[in-house]
């Protein structure tokens, strides 16, 4: 038996909770002492099409054969790969904006080698870190992903790489302003979406979701629809018309902003939403659509005093003629009693 073929049977360690699959096999191609191009050419040898699954969504690979491929070239074990593929629920990420992080995770995971990048930080409407109620952070990789960057990327990187606990204080501090009450609200409002999405479950009666307001449906056309500016040009997203402009001491701009211009003519769908990496925009389509859908239960968290005036009604009274058109034309699709209001509020 050749030194590389022992290395085979060296037990690599257990996906943590929540492992990215990309995270771990990164970790994997570390213990073979193997290349990306290395490891795409071992997959190439029983089939291309995985390869090419793989290449285009490393985490969550769409296509039939990519357990069975994968486990003969890497040995681990098929149940393991499928739990690693296994979204947290429809609205991951694209690929290309998989790229936050929470930093005090990192930090408490210790050096790079012993750090994974989690789903949580990779779903669509998760922008702050349930555990730390920190905000999730561009972070170009994590863990043996670092390996696999250019050497100047690392370097410029070093900070975050070796000391992610400076980092982690620095992000900490700037946060320190948003309100608590704000704060509430925004873990409220990410529990609600991703019941939403992945449709009943423990998570939605914990939370206490009323019957009728569970729809996937529901949450992607007005996620939709305020993550898109409805013009062909580059320009504020529908979201910024709901967003207050003075309360809460500015914490408004550390929470929600900068959010970043978009482009979205024509007929939205909800990939407008998950191909975001604006986390700033994203987290103020979560809030505001919980307002919408959630109504007056959000308002045991969000103070109507301050939201009265902006939030859901603000963008309703202000909705662009294609906008309220769209959203009319989707809701009559919805089931009965599934409905948020799409009247503009007779006083905003
Ligand atoms: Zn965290």
């Known amino acids: 038996m050749t030194g590389l073929d022992r290395s085979l049977h060296k037990p690599l360690r257990d996906p943590e909770p929540l492992e990215c699959l990309s995270s771990y096999l990164a970790a994997w191609r570390h213990h073979r002492h193997t290349t990306i191009p290395q490891f795409s050419a071992s997959i190439i040898r029983f089939s291309t099409s995985v390869a090419v699954a793989l290449m285009e969504d490393p ?95 690392r370097k410029r990187h070093a900070k975050l790489l070796l000391r992610p606990e400076q980092v982690r204080d620095s992000v900490a501090a700037a946060w320190s302003s948003v309100d608590e009450q704000l704060m509430r609200a925004l873990a409220f409002s990410q529990l609600s ?19 009728g307001y569970m729809d996937r449906e529901v949450w992607e056309d007005v996620l939709c629809c305020l993550a898109s500016s409805w013009t062909a040009k580059y320009e504020d997203p529908l979201v910024v018309l709901g967003l207050p402009q003075d309360a809460w001491n500015g914490c408004v701009n550390v929470c929600f902003g900068p959010v970043r211009k978009v482009c979205s003519g ?37 103070p109507v005093r301050d939201w009265g005036r902006s939030g859901w009604s603000r963008v309703l009274a202000h909705m662009p003629a294609a906008a309220s058109d769209w959203l009319e034309n989707m809701r009559s699709r919805w089931p009965a009693g599934r409905s948020v209001s799409t009247c503009p509020p007779s006083t905003s």
Not at 59 to 81: A, G, M, N, Q, R
Not at 194 to 208: C, D, H, Q
């Open 266 to 302: 024509g007929s939205p769908d909800i990939r407008v939403f998950c191909r975001s990496t604006s986390a700033p925009l994203r987290r103020s389509c979560v809030l505001i659509a919980a307002q919408a859908i959630r109504g007056a239960y959000m308002e045991n968290f969000l």
């Open 193 to 211: 979406a991703w019941a939403g999405g992945t449709g009943p479950s423990k998570l939605a009666e914990i939370i206490g979701y009323p019957d």
């Open 59 to 153: 985490d969550f690979p769409e296509h039939p054969d990519w357990v069975d491929v994968v486990s003969k070239v890497t040995y681990i074990p098929k149940d393991i790969l499928s739990e690693l593929g296994k979204p947290l629920g429809p609205w991951h990420l694209a690929p290309a904006c998989r790229i936050h992080a929470c930093v005090a995770c990192l930090a408490e995971h210790g050096k790079a080698s012993r750090q994974s990048r989690s789903k949580l930080w990779t779903y669509a409407t998760n922008t702050v870190c349930a555990f730390h109620e920190l905000p999730l952070i561009e972070v170009p990789a994590v863990g043996w992903q670092w390996s696999d960057l250019p050497a100047s990327e």
